[in-house]
Structures are given as structure tokens and as C-alpha cells.
């Protein structure tokens, strides 16, 4: 679904990129001599690239950890076996967390330095979703209120947290019977 988005992009500053690299230039002596090269426009540019690299599809998100609970792969798989009119899956108040590493390349003069590898944890949740199966496919119908939590680090510093809700999705018009959700998805997103 295309207008699923967060109401809100993630977006990292140069200051949260500069403050990566002063922790960086801590471990890497190649990186604390031409830090001062490092900051200003080169923080700026490499912000927008990590800006682009963290433009994420929330849907997709979505969609791979609901692929995971149980309740939807076992829908999603009779309904290959056996054609019929959709079945509905309704998940219950549900938490997802997703683990990227965004790997920074820096070059100074045309010399590569240390790549500056972050940590990117996104934890999705919704108070719940009816999703619709058929043909070994599913489709969302309905989304409860959702949110994304986003933190970006390197190494245990903090260099950005960022929390919006998801919108676009059709609410959902049904009356919910409480359906056990598995165990806590995981999801890696590729970056």
C-alpha cells in the first residue's frame, strides 16, 4: 500500500553525523587527524546520504514482520493450496523491531578512512490489523493507531531518536476478538 507512510521522515543532522565521527575519531587515529576536515559541508553531505538510505518504505516494514507471526504464514500458505474468497487475519496489539547497519564511507583526499558502521533499531507498533489472504498473498486492510520508534547509534552513543506515527492506512471498522500474537518479531532491513 503506497500511502502507508510516517507521518514524519527520519532525518539525521550533520551535528548528529559530527557527533558520530568525534566518537569514531576515539577508536581511529586516522579519523581523529583530519577530523576538522570532517565536519561542516562533509558532515552535511554525508547526512544527506544517510538521509536517503533511512527514507524507509513502512508498509514493507509492516509487511515483513507480519509475514513472520504464525497466524498470517499459515493463512497465507492454505490459501495457496486452496482457492476460496479471502480469509481475514486479525492481529491483536503487536510490536515489531527491526535491526539495519548503515555503514558510512569516508574518503579525505582521496585517501578511505575507517568506515563508520551505526546501528539503526526501528520498533514498529500497532494496536492492531486485519490483514486480508488469498492466493498465498496478503493484503492489508485496516490498520489500528501505529507508531515507529527509530534510534540511530554508534556504538551505545545515541546520536538520534526519532518517533512518529504511520498514516495513510484505512482504520479499522471491525470489533476486535483478542488474537494471540506470537512471539515478539524481528526483522532485518536491508540499508
Known amino acids: 500500500m503506497s500511502n502507508v507512510k510516517l507521518r514524519a521522515k527520519i532525518e539525521v543532522s550533520s551535528d548528529d553525523v559530527e557527533k558520530a565521527l568525534v566518537e569514531?575519531?576515539?577508536?581511529?587515529?586516522?579519523?581523529?587527524?583530519?577530523?576538522?576536515?570532517?565536519?561542516?559541508?562533509?558532515?552535511?553531505?554525508?547526512?544527506?546520504?544517510?538521509?536517503?538510505?533511512?527514507?524507509?518504505?513502512?508498509?514493507?516494514?509492516?509487511?515483513?514482520?507480519?509475514?513472520?507471526?504464525?497466524?498470517?504464514?499459515?493463512?497465507?500458505?492454505?490459501?495457496?493450496?486452496?482457492?476460496?474468497?479471502?480469509?481475514?487475519?486479525?492481529?491483536?496489539?503487536?510490536?515489531?523491531?527491526?535491526?539495519?547497519?548503515?555503514?558510512?564511507?569516508?574518503?579525505?583526499?582521496?585517501?578511505?578512512l575507517p568506515e563508520l558502521r551505526l546501528t539503526l533499531e526501528i520498533i514498529t507498533g500497532a494496536q492492531s490489523a486485519t490483514l486480508a489472504v488469498r492466493d498465498g498473498r496478503f493484503e492489508l486492510l485496516a490498520l489500528g493507531n501505529a507508531s515507529v520508534t527509530a534510534r540511530l547509534r554508534y556504538k551505545s552513543v545515541l546520536l538520534k531518536e526519532h518517533v512518529t506515527a504511520v498514516e495513510g492506512a484505512p482504520r479499522d471498522p471491525f470489533r476486535h476478538e483478542r488474537v494471540a500474537s506470537d512471539q515478539p518479531v524481528s526483522v532485518d532491513i536491508p540499508i
Open 24 to 112: 569514531h575519531a576515539k577508536d581511529e587515529p586516522s579519523v581523529a587527524r583530519v577530523i576538522e576536515h570532517l565536519r561542516g559541508s562533509a558532515a552535511k553531505s554525508a547526512a544527506d546520504e544517510l538521509n536517503q538510505a533511512l527514507d524507509l518504505n513502512v508498509f514493507e516494514l509492516l509487511a515483513q514482520g507480519w509475514g513472520q507471526v504464525l497466524a498470517v504464514r499459515n493463512a497465507v500458505q492454505l490459501s495457496a493450496l486452496i482457492p476460496g474468497p479471502p480469509a481475514l487475519v486479525r492481529l491483536d496489539q503487536h510490536t515489531m523491531t527491526s535491526t539495519a547497519y548503515p555503514v558510512l564511507k569516508v574518503r579525505v583526499a582521496d585517501r578511505a
